[in-house]
Structures are given as structure tokens and as C-alpha cells.
């Protein structure tokens, strides 16, 4: 199958999935437009993912599909946006026809739930990559970014961690309990928190979304804010899956796995309490930001070190 068929047959469909009337012009000319509306900035993101790095060899093409758009929509959530469209590279050994359904299946699925239309890409044969660029906009001048973390701040997440992490032991069993399918389904359909970043936009001072384990990423937030963080560990929220599966390597899941895509965020505390009790209720406090730098774990195990997924090898 050639490029060009492969293209129309699997992924041209996409480019009619959660129209969205800033997307101007999608796939079949040189290039893409998006008319950015007035009042509103323009934010992007790409996302790579290599096969034997980012997901196992032989992964369901319809968890990849899903998976793929979600890792890149989580940083349009991270930075409070709303989605617009997306571009698609995707390198391939060969145009096996049965792959490339599944895949398509589950982008269609990821692309319509998330509300972000495909706009265009490009395809080449070579070891499976997968590349996301994510447009999206938010109101001028309301962005989260990392840097604006304040003493005093709150610190909190938008749910459970380490259930990821915690799927990657049960990845090839082929009979998963009812537990190991909970924390499956955390891995495969990863949920990016767009309604809810979107919410706190303007009003949390800094968030990025836990991509590389909360510490690594709250490390981001405090080193591009100029301050520190004291955590408590016995707020971390966990599933009861992951404590009943994991047991007292719950926590450690919990703080250093990556792959949650939940965010992490800081806010002032008068800012959390007029929050709407819909969006209130989703966050938990799990720290607060202090004027020295550093991270402190309150109740953590001696010897905890505070960090998490690096790309290019793990601490330690």
C-alpha cells in the first residue's frame, strides 16, 4: 500500500471527527491553517513515542492510537487550553493493513473523545515512531505555565497516582484480574484532565502534567519558580487497586511512576476555596510551597530520593 493510499484509507476519515471552526482548512494541501480567534493565544506541544521505549513491542494498535493522542493532549491540560487539531508523523516497518485499522480505530476514538480534529501528517517506513504535534488556545495571558509558584501555595493533583506504573507488571498477562484490569485501563486509556485544566486557567498559579512521576514533574515546577515544596505522602491519593496489588511499594509507585497523566498544580489557598465546589472537589491537597528550594517529604521512608522517569536513563 502506498503513502498516499494508506493515508486516504485510515486516517482522512479523522479529519471529520469534533470539527472545530479554528481549523480552516485540514489534510490535502501543502499545509494546514488554524485561524486563532481573537482574545485567545495559540498553544502547541509535540509528543514522540518509539516502540521498545514509550510502549512495549507487539502493543495493541488500538490502546497505541488512544494512548498516543492522549500523552500529547495532556500538556494542552497542563497548560489550562482547549484543543483545537492535531498533526500526525507516524513511521512504520511496513503498511500492515490489520495495524493500521487498529490504530485508526483507537486515534478515532481518542480524537472524538478529547474534541481535537486531525489536520494533517506525514508517513515513512521505519522502526514504529509516532509523533503528535497538539494546537490548542486559551485565553490571552491566562496560560499555566510552571514558573509562577508563590510561598504559600498549595500544592495538589487532580487524582489517583502510580496505577500506570503499577500496569506496566501485568502488561503481558494474558489473564488479568478484575484489580490488574483497573490499573490496565489507567495505562492503555489514559484520561488528560482538559475540562479541568481549562477551568483553572487564570486562576492556579503554575501546574504541568505528571508525565514522569509526581516528584520529577513538581521538580519542574519548583526549579522554574524559584522555591521549594514540603509534601505530606499520606495524602498522596492512590487506588485501591494499586495498595491492595502493590502493597508498600504502593507509595513509591505513587511518587516516582510515570504515565499518570493526572495534573500537578499549585494555587493560592483563598484562590482553592472560591474555586467552584465541581472543580474544588477534584483536587487534593497534598503540600504546600515554601520559600527555600528543595523538596521535603514529610512521613516518606529514609532514603527517598526525589526523582523520577528520565528519558535518558533512570536515578540511581
Not at 23 to 48: E, N
Not at 165 to 173: K, M, Q, R, S, V
Not at 253 to 278: F, K, S, V
Request: charged share 20%; hydrophobic share 40%; proline share 7%.
Amino acid at each position: 500500500m502506498g503513502e498516499f493510499e494508506l493515508i486516504r484509507q485510515y486516517f482522512q476519515p479523522l479529519a471529520s471527527n469534533a470539527r472545530n471552526d479554528q481549523l480552516v482548512l485540514g489534510p490535502g494541501d501543502d499545509c494546514a491553517i488554524q485561524r486563532v480567534p481573537p482574545g485567545r493565544d495559540l498553544v502547541f506541544s509535540v509528543d514522540t513515542l518509539v516502540e521498545g521505549v514509550h510502549f512495549p513491542p507487539h502493543y495493541a494498535p488500538s490502546h497505541l492510537g488512544w494512548r498516543a493522542l492522549a500523552v500529547a493532549v495532556s500538556d494542552l491540560a497542563a497548560m489550562g487550553a482547549e484543543p483545537v487539531c492535531f498533526t500526525l508523523a507516524l513511521s512504520l516497518p511496513e503498511a500492515d493493513s490489520d495495524w493500521l485499522a487498529g490504530f485508526a480505530e483507537g486515534l478515532s476514538r481518542a480524537s472524538q473523545a478529547f474534541g481535537i480534529t486531525l489536520a494533517g501528517g506525514d508517513t515513512t517506513r521505519g522502526p514504529l515512531t509516532i509523533t503528535i504535534q497538539v494546537h490548542g488556545t486559551v485565553r490571552a495571558g491566562q496560560a499555566l505555565l510552571r514558573s509562577g509558584a508563590r510561598e504559600g501555595d498549595q500544592v495538589c493533583v487532580t487524582g489517583p497516582l502510580g496505577n500506570a506504573g503499577a500496569a506496566l507488571d501485568y502488561l503481558e498477562d494474558p489473564e488479568p484480574g478484575a484489580r490488574q484490569k483497573a490499573l490496565l485501563g489507567s495505562y492503555h486509556s489514559p484520561q488528560p484532565q482538559l475540562k479541568l485544566g481549562a477551568s483553572l486557567a487564570g486562576k492556579a498559579s503554575a501546574a504541568i502534567d505528571i508525565s514522569d512521576g509526581l516528584l520529577a514533574d513538581l521538580q519542574h515546577i519548583l526549579e522554574a519558580s524559584g522555591v521549594g515544596a514540603e509534601l505530606d505522602v499520606a495524602s498522596i491519593p492512590m487506588s485501591e487497586e494499586l495498595r491492595q496489588l502493590q502493597g508498600v511499594r504502593a507509595l513509591d509507585l505513587a511518587l516516582t511512576a510515570g504515565d499518570d497523566y493526572q495534573l500537578c498544580l499549585t494555587i493560592a489557598p483563598e484562590t482553592l476555596a472560591a474555586l467552584p465546589a465541581p472543580v474544588r472537589e477534584q483536587l487534593t491537597v497534598i503540600g504546600r510551597i515554601v520559600p527555600e528550594p528543595g523538596l521535603t517529604l514529610a512521613g516518606a521512608p529514609a532514603g527517598y530520593q526525589t526523582q523520577g522517569y528520565d528519558h535518558f536513563g533512570r536515578s540511581d
